[in-house]
């Protein structure tokens, strides 16, 4: 057993390794998200001051010395607020990802694999419909009437990001459910759900998780877009698109790194995510080979 655990580490250290040999961008990528994971979970360790706690006295401090990014209008930390606001993106871009593409992979397998009437409800009924508004106006339709809170931005980002992964999977399932292999299953008198879970899904992984990575870096933005259109995470979160609307955009010319900092580390983020989307694309994707 030692040997056996000691052998997949191994091999997991050479496939990382040939990945980043392979995609150095993407290895660029993989490392700033790591990065952002690691600030947002050590927060309270990194930042140096309660990105909460207001000082008057200290307002629109420049950056340097006691606060290394200055303060905002409230005198409170902007660099202990972009720490924190690390939390707000990766929670709702993760929770929002994994709850929209994941319902939307399995819409997708069903709809690609049973094929038929079911095919046409889901597409047409369901997925269709929320394709058919823009993304952003869509979200932003979705917590003006559930109201801003955190929860309401991941139900609306899941919800966009849904269809278009049952769109990605659901064209997986129905060129695996045409292979050879699926009709000597069926031959055999494998049943549906043994089809499903020992063909199809395993062959829907990889274009699953190239969409999923991708889609973070826009769930990201979809969070700050509506974070800075004053309808999500509200005030006084620590939000990144929070950080830039508002007071961040009327202090523009006397406090720039109000809005400055946060958008770089917005920047950053989603470069990152996309960064290692394309590059894993590029590796699991077998038509790009």
């Given amino acids: 057993m030692p040997v056996s655990a000691a052998s997949t580490r191994s091999g997991m250290v050479a496939s990382l390794l040939r990945f980043c040999k392979r995609k150095p961008l993407g290895a660029i990528g993989g490392l700033g998200v790591a990065l952002m994971v690691v600030v947002a979970l050590a927060a309270p360790i990194i930042a140096p001051y309660d990105p909460y706690a207001m000082d008057y006295g200290a307002a629109l401090t420049t950056p340097g010395g006691q606060y290394l990014l200055g303060t905002d209008n409230f005198g409170r930390d902007v660099f202990s607020r972009i720490v924190y606001g690390a939390r707000i993106s990766l929670y709702v871009s993760l929770l929002a990802i994994a709850l929209g593409t994941g319902t939307g992979a399995v819409l997708g397998v069903v709809s690609g694999y049973v094929g038929g009437r079911a095919d046409?409800?889901?597409?047409?009924?369901?997925?269709?419909?929320?394709?058919?508004?823009?993304?952003?106006?869509?979200?932003?339709?979705?917590v003006s009437v559930l109201g801003p809170s955190v929860e309401?931005?991941?139900?609306?980002?899941?919800?966009?990001q849904m269809p278009r992964s049952a769109r990605i999977v659901r064209s997986a399932a129905i060129s695996v459910r045409e292979?050879?292999?699926?009709?000597?299953?069926?031959?055999?008198?494998?049943g549906s759900l043994r089809i499903v879970f020992l063909h199809v899904v395993p062959n829907c992984i990889a274009p699953y998780i190239v969409y999923a990575t991708a889609a973070l870096g826009a769930a990201v933005i979809v969070e700050a877009s509506l974070s800075f259109l004053g309808v999500g995470s509200p005030p006084p979160t620590p939000s990144w698109g929070g950080m830039l609307a508002g007071v961040g955009r009327e202090y523009m010319e006397a406090a720039p790194w109000m809005a400055l900092y946060p958008g770089v580390?917005?920047?950053?983020?989603?470069?990152?995510?996309?960064?290692?989307?394309?590059?894993?694309?590029?590796?699991?994707?077998p038509r790009l080979r």
Avoid: H
């Avoid at 046409?120 to 979705?142: C, E, H, K, N």
């Avoid at 309401?152 to 966009?160: K, Q």
């Avoid at 292979?179 to 494998?190: M, R």
């Fill in 152 to 160: 309401n931005v991941i139900i609306a980002i899941a919800t966009v």
């Fill in 265 to 285: 580390a917005l920047s950053l983020a989603v470069f990152g995510f996309n960064l290692l989307g394309d590059s894993l694309r590029d590796v699991l994707d």
């Fill in 179 to 190: 292979c050879e292999y699926v009709t000597a299953a069926k031959a055999l008198g494998a």
């Fill in 120 to 142: 046409i409800i889901i597409q047409r009924s369901l997925v269709d419909v929320v394709m058919a508004f823009p993304t952003l106006v869509l979200a932003l339709g979705m």
